[in-house]
């Protein structure tokens, strides 16, 4: 159980492309990353004191949408959540996605299980009919890249602005497929305008990343909920660590057998996450590739005395001490002899 589990938490969704080499492979195509594999579907659990945590996972077919069975995935994840956690707990939960999750199956899913949502829209035109009703006088400068604080103000000096408006998503689905939120957005200065040979514009022109939620505001103000959406980019570090390790290669040509295989190195992934936080807060965080050198692949040496086994670890080792905290909460203290 990863700590903080009974705290708010945040439940990541988003998919990968797991690429493939021959064609013996079932259900391989060319997906939206123009690489010939398969399709892997994960959703993940962070909390502030741990790494994120797999709690489901499909494995589909190269070719398809990334919201293909999204909505089935995330209410497996929130009611796999739900057994992890201790009975009464109300610690609100976060269904963080991008833009390709941005449909009412999977919002719907997230709410009926009482999670809060907020996922990356696209500029379609409503989207940005409601960005050009934003108040001018709303917009707040936000802590971004070469941003500078003022102390006297008690102001950000930044480049990055973000403001909100009420918003009503699915509007054109009939009633109860309407849901009321808020859309977040966030302004930047186009430094990349498209080559225009004519004249040159009055004024900076800007790019707008929105984002849809349901979180209250008077919880979560429009700064917050900007920062909290830009921390997704976490679960693209959970893809490149399964890539780094099991899901660098799908061994079979048979699609059940690799969507098995997904399922073990998930479960290889948890585990590993399990045994680094045992050992404390300083590999809490750690990647597999850390965990392995640190914890695993230790250069230790096996004897055998008197029909009883010693396991002679390596002198001065930086990691005794966390490995032995592993050891002892994970078999427990030695039995003590019966008097």
Request: contains cysteine; charged residues 20%; aromatic residues 6%.
């Amino acid at each position: 159980m990863a700590a903080g589990i009974d705290e708010p938490v945040v439940l990541d969704v988003d998919d990968t492309i797991v690429a493939v080499h021959g064609y013996g492979k079932q259900g391989a195509g060319f997906g939206y990353a123009g690489v010939r594999g398969l399709n892997a579907l994960i959703a993940t659990v962070s909390t502030p004191l741990a790494a994120p945590v797999i709690v489901a996972q499909r494995l589909r077919k190269g070719a398809c949408g990334s919201a293909r069975g999204a909505a089935r995935l995330v209410a497996d994840a929130l009611a796999t959540l739900v057994r992890l956690r201790r009975p009464g707990v109300t610690g609100r939960v976060l269904l963080r996605a991008g833009s390709a999750f941005y449909g009412q199956p999977t919002i719907a899913a997230a709410l009926r299980a009482g999670a809060d949502v907020s996922v990356t829209v696209r500029l379609d035109p409503r989207v940005k009919a409601a960005i050009a009703a934003i108040d001018p006088q709303a917009w707040h400068p936000i802590a971004y890249t070469d941003a500078v604080y003022d102390e006297q103000t008690g102001r950000w000096i930044s480049h990055a602005e973000v403001a909100e408006i009420d918003f009503v998503a699915f509007s054109s689905r009939k009633k109860a497929d309407r849901v009321p939120g808020r859309l977040v957005v966030r302004r930047l200065p186009d430094l990349n305008p498209k080559a225009d040979p004519g004249q040159d514009s009055l004024f900076t022109v800007g790019r707008f990343h929105a984002l849809f939620t349901t979180s209250d505001p008077n919880v979560v103000d429009t700064v917050t909920a900007d920062k909290t959406h830009r921390g997704q980019a976490i679960i693209e570090q959970v893809h490149a660590d399964l890539k780094n390790s099991a899901l660098a290669h799908l061994p079979s040509g048979t699609f059940t057998a690799n969507a098995g295989w997904l399922v073990l190195a998930c479960l290889a992934f948890n585990l590993a996450r399990a045994a680094a936080t045992l050992t404390g807060p300083r590999l809490a965080k750690a990647t597999t590739a850390t965990i392995r050198r640190t914890l695993i692949t230790v250069p230790a040496r096996v004897a055998s005395s008197a029909r009883r086994l010693t396991l002679h670890l390596p002198t001065a080792w930086p990691w005794q001490t966390a490995w032995n905290q592993l050891f002892t909460r994970a078999c427990g203290p030695p039995l003590t002899a019966a008097a």
